[in-house]
């Protein structure tokens, strides 16, 4: 009986330590977003917090030093981000708080001039774009009132100004007439004397046609909206880049690789329904202006619609530029 009750007992002690053993068992916890009362967010990647930043399915996250989720501006080593409300860093221009500013692709915030699209922008220290009459290093400038730098004649408040293709204040003189502001102007891409930001336009030559100071700058390859006949290989244009500038046009070109070419450009346009023909897309207003670009066995055409988005095709394609 003894013997019994003996084995009955180490019966029950073994159970016992198997279920412990169980019970003590480590799972791996997996990435989790999780919402506080209060409604903030915070993300643990399995058991572990996270904290400064994070990339989550391709977007970039902030978190502080209680793995709180950040949104609005950020200060990161004495640089500026943006989050969206969803927490997402933001890239490009955001509009905040009735002012608009920029980040660099790396979402950090820009100051000083701006290159962006073949025009340029002065962002103020504080990041805010900058419109009206500028006063730089004892300079004058002009910023219309989407901020992009103007040249030639302006009239204000009865005072007419001239700025030169650089965009400094030439001239001054009062002018009779009772309109509060008018311009014959043009936007460039020179950016005065302290065009720091962006991508630089370069020196320049007298070989390019200026007329085409506007597209100077710049471009990225972007959404591919018409694909044709063309196989998936089409695709890896996207994200290409390519600047135009008075010295030509800098771009990666197949056997050349980088290259600065001095194409020939012709110029001509076309209606909006017989763009819609070609590329299977409508655009808006009537007219479409086609770029002709060609330079020993290559080519390719920019389209500019009167709204100011532009395409650009290349072997049968049609993507949208950024």
């Known amino acids: 009986m003894k013997n019994f009750k003996l084995k009955n007992l180490v019966f029950v002690a073994a159970i016992t330590l198997v279920a412990t053993a169980t019970v003590v068992l480590p799972t791996k916890a997996s990435a989790a977003w999780r919402q506080a009362d209060n409604g903030s967010w915070s993300y643990s990647d399995g058991d572990t917090a996270v904290y400064g930043w994070k990339l989550i399915n391709g977007n970039w996250y902030f978190f502080d030093s209680n793995s709180v989720m950040k949104t609005g501006w950020v200060n990161d080593g004495g640089k500026w981000y943006y989050l969206a409300s969803s927490g997402e860093m933001k890239t490009g221009w955001i509009s905040d708080g009735g002012k608009w500013y920029y980040t660099n692709p790396s979402g950090d915030m820009q100051t000083g001039w701006l290159l962006n699209n073949g025009a340029w922008y002065y962002l103020n220290s504080s990041g805010d774009m900058k419109t009206g009459l500028l006063e730089l290093n004892g300079k004058t400038y002009y910023l219309s009132d989407s901020g992009a ?174």
Do not use: C
């Not at 009772?178 to 336009?201: H, I, K, L, P």
């Not at 655009?283 to 479409?288: A, I, K, Q, R």
């Open 149 to 322: 730098m103007k040249t030639g004649t302006i009239t204000i408040n009865g005072v007419s100004y001239t700025f030169g293709q650089n965009g400094e204040k030439v001239t001054t003189s009062t002018a009779n007439q009772n309109a509060t502001t008018s311009t014959t102007t043009t936007s460039t891409s020179s950016g005065g004397s302290g065009g720091s930001g962006g991508s630089s336009s370069g020196s320049k030559n007298d070989d390019t046609d200026s007329s085409y100071e506007y597209l100077y700058g710049t471009w990225t390859v972007g959404n591919l909206v018409y694909k044709g006949s063309n196989n998936d290989s089409i695709e890896s244009y996207v994200g290409e880049q390519f600047t135009i500038s008075k010295d030509g046009i800098t771009a990666t070109l197949p056997v050349l690789g980088v290259t600065t070419i001095n194409p020939t450009i012709k110029e001509s346009s076309m209606t909006a329904s017989e763009f819609k023909s070609k590329w299977k897309i409508s655009v808006s207003g009537n007219t479409v202006k086609r770029l002709h670009i060609s330079y020993s066995s290559y080519s390719a055409d920019m389209y500019i619609t009167e709204d100011d988005t532009k395409y650009v095709s290349v072997k049968g394609a049609l993507f949208e530029l950024q």
